[in-house]
């Protein structure tokens, strides 16, 4: 084959993959806040990701770039153990509820291969279409949350509950920000973003998840190296705080928004309400049934647990893990942290913290969205090395 028809045959290929994946997964963002069904069952936006796995599985060629292999590796054993501990309960209780929670994982790690594959077919402009259609989608939400509202004390907007509001912005948040260098202009789009973000999260009045995303986005702010963006954010602070000081009626109808009113409320009783004690989270059983800790308890019938909040999963992603697949299960897990995290700049690995640091009042392993950030982040490291290679590669096609 000649070089010029090799070259032909390579662009073609190119813009089918362009034209092709990327409406469809710009969808998937702008679809993901809404649900349509109840939680746990799969929502429409989960649709156009099997779409795109299915076509990537049967498209050519199909392989998984050696950089890739032990991630998928490991994702792979960490679903397989959950799959085996489900089982194994299900059949030892004669309650086959308990495999459901496989479902989860399964479409979960299958997300994640998704992207290492949507990488090796779209390369760096991955991060750019992520970038614009999540941010897309944030501001769609802001914008639509001044005409509509669930009407219930906790904001859940089109969510089915105000904790899936507050843990979705601050997964899109984190995305937001790993992927901001694939643009590095727009700032009052990006602003506007991450406000809206920040928004939504405090609506939801999940205290776990407004700390989480204020010290997130601060803490990026002091590692970035993008010095406009820090110097804009001041300027913007240093004006709200003056207006804040100054203008009396600036001041008051701030203090008598009714949102911020239930924000004060809520931040102001950390430590005091019944669901910040241990106990009520379902700690007590990781203390009181600890012969599940090896191998795991598998996620489901939880009546057999000795725990104050019986009928319920711990209400902790790590608490969760180690409760339900025991300490080889938790070790996988983390083994996909530190794949994740591994050579990856502070400033771009620091958001997961923050993420973590949500699950440990919070159970939030099954959301995709977690895991479609994992894998950006994985990405990452790839895409900083290769970005520029990438791009000149996309402006040639």
């Known amino acids: 084959m000649s070089p010029i028809r090799d070259l032909a045959e390579q662009q073609s ?3 089918y993959n362009r034209n092709f994946y990327l409406p469809i997964l710009s969808f998937y963002f702008l ?4 649900y349509f069904f109840d939680s746990g069952l799969p929502q429409l936006s989960d649709l156009t990701l099997m779409t795109m796995f299915v076509f990537l599985i049967f498209s050519r060629p199909l392989t998984v770039y050696r950089s890739y292999n032990l991630l998928v ?3 792979i054993c960490f679903v397989s153990y959950i799959i085996i501990v489900n089982s194994f309960w299900a059949f030892w209780l004669s309650d086959f509820t308990v495999l459901y929670a496989s479902l989860f994982y399964m479409f979960n790690i299958m997300t994640v291969i998704l992207f290492l594959l949507l990488y090796e077919k779209l390369g760096p402009l991955l991060f750019k279409v992520v970038y614009v259609s999540i941010t897309t989608s944030v501001i769609l939400q802001f914008g639509l949350s001044f005409f509509f509202s669930s009407g219930s004390y906790r904001e859940s907007l089109f969510y089915n ?29 990006f602003f506007v973003a991450v406000t809206g973000c920040l928004v939504l999260i405090a609506a ?29 954010t001041m300027l913007i602070a240093v004006v709200f705080a003056f207006l804040f000081v100054t203008v009396p009626s600036f001041q008051e109808s701030f203090k008598e928004n009714e949102r911020v009113t239930k924000l004060e409320t809520r931040l ?21 049934d600890s012969e599940y800790l090896v191998f ?19 209400h902790s992603t790590f608490g969760n893990l180690l409760f339900s ?34 699950g440990i009042a919070h159970n939030g392993i099954r959301n995709t969205i977690f895991w479609i950030f994992l894998s950006l982040l994985f990405l990452s490291r790839i895409y900083v090395k290769e970005g520029k290679e990438g791009d000149d590669h996309a402006n040639v096609h």
């Open 296 to 314: 795991g308890a598998g996620e489901g019938a939880y009546t057999r647990f000795d725990t104050k909040l019986s009928g319920y999963e711990i």
């Open 325 to 358: 697949y025991g300490v080889i299960g938790m070790v996988l897990f983390i083994a996909l942290i530190v794949l994740s995290v591994y050579r990856r700049p502070l400033a771009m690995s620091s958001p997961l913290f923050f993420i973590l640091l949500y």
């Open 31 to 34: 679809l993901s806040p809404f």
């Open 73 to 75: 590796f490991t994702g």
């Open 161 to 189: 509950n105000p904790n899936q509001l507050g843990y979705a912005n601050l997964v899109s948040l984190a995305i937001i920000l790993i992927t901001y260098q694939s643009v590095k202009r727009g700032r009052i789009w």
């Open 268 to 288: 102001n009783d950390i430590g005091q309400a019944n669901d910040d004690n241990p106990a009520n989270r379902g700690y007590d059983r990781i203390i009181n």
């Open 13 to 15: 290929i190119f813009l």
């Open 204 to 232: 939801s009045l999940s205290k776990a998840a407004t700390i989480s995303g204020a010290v997130m986005f601060v803490t990026w702010l002091l590692l970035s190296k993008h010095w406009s963006v820090k110097i804009n």
